[in-house]
């Protein structure tokens, strides 16, 4: 693989900028907190159509702001793995009352103290959980989207591209995810710190994609008089939204729901 500076390291919530390839233990500071890059990880690599340089999106997450804690030394990171693993299981399998501590200090191997040490009580541990459901649930579909305008060369690749996204996003077989999202978000009613949380991870979602809208009007594809972050928030907002329509015993048939926002899409990006 050829590298070419400079590199951006997205972390979650952060980034720094290098002059050279990141390497495992490399040391950066993001918004004040000294961090450390661990590894090795799965990243998606991608080149910008604004700049030479190439976007490393890692998988792995490191959080900030108290939620999902930094550790401080490599071998920690596997243990807030583990923990958030089981927690996680838990929660798909039967809510949050399902999370019995005693249970996930079983299935993850760790101590008490290093749980209380870690996450500092059961509810840090459930906020954590639900954090980390968010974020792998978004990148999904943001990986999706952004391969999607990559793998373009032309406008009309792209319109045909979307038209299977938004097939794809708002069919009836994907009500499940769309009541998981809708769940996560519910779970922070209440709970001020993952709702700062959720918001923090929101934006970065929206930021993403209002970056492909503006690399789109750039190369003359999406028309220009939309505001990007306004066309990003809308897409993500349709495409949740149809979880009102997942729950009507009378719904619209899906190509009836196809057709409607195609028509919205199609006019809101391409103008016609």
């Known amino acids: 693989m050829h590298w070419s500076p400079p590199f951006g390291v997205v972390i979650r919530h952060v980034q720094g900028v290098f002059t050279a390839p990141p390497t ?19 990243f998606i690599l991608a080149k910008s159509t604004g700049s030479p340089c190439v976007v ?16 401080a030394q490599e071998r920690a990171m596997p243990t ?12 798909e399998d039967g809510g949050e009352a ?49 391969q999607a305008i ?5 406008k009309d690749a792209l319109r045909k591209r979307l038209r299977l996204i938004t097939e794809a996003v708002g069919s009836i077989g ?46 003359g594809w999406v028309r220009t008089d939309v505001n990007p972050r306004a066309v990003a928030s809308f897409i993500q907002a349709y495409s949740l939204g149809r ?5 009507d015993p009378d719904r619209a048939s899906d190509d009836d729901w196809f057709k409607v926002v195609s028509v919205a899409v199609e006019h809101l990006l391409f103008g016609n």
């Not at 490393?56 to 900030?64: A, D, M, N, P």
């Open 56 to 71: 490393l999106s890692y998988t792995y997450s490191v959080q900030e702001r108290g939620v999902i804690p930094e550790p």
């Open 150 to 154: 990559l793998d373009s060369h032309s």
């Open 98 to 146: 399902a999370v019995r501590l005693d249970e996930v200090l079983r299935v993850s191997g760790i101590s008490r103290g290093s749980l209380y040490h870690h996450f500092g009580s059961r509810e840090g541990l459930i906020e954590a959980a639900r954090l980390a459901q968010f974020t792998r649930s978004v990148n999904k579909d943001i990986g999706v989207l952004r």
């Open 174 to 219: 994907r009500k499940h995810q769309r009541l998981f999202r809708i769940s996560i978000l519910a779970s922070a009613y209440g709970r001020p710190t993952l709702e700062r949380a959720l918001g923090d991870e929101q934006k970065l979602v929206t930021d993403q994609i209002s970056d492909l809208v503006s690399q789109s009007q750039e190369r």
């Open 24 to 42: 495992s233990g490399t040391a950066i500071t993001a918004r004040g907190q000294p961090l450390r890059l661990l590894g090795p990880h799965t």
């Open 80 to 91: 807030v793995q583990a923990v958030l693993d089981a927690t996680i299981q838990m929660l």
């Open 243 to 247: 979880v009102l329509v997942d729950i």
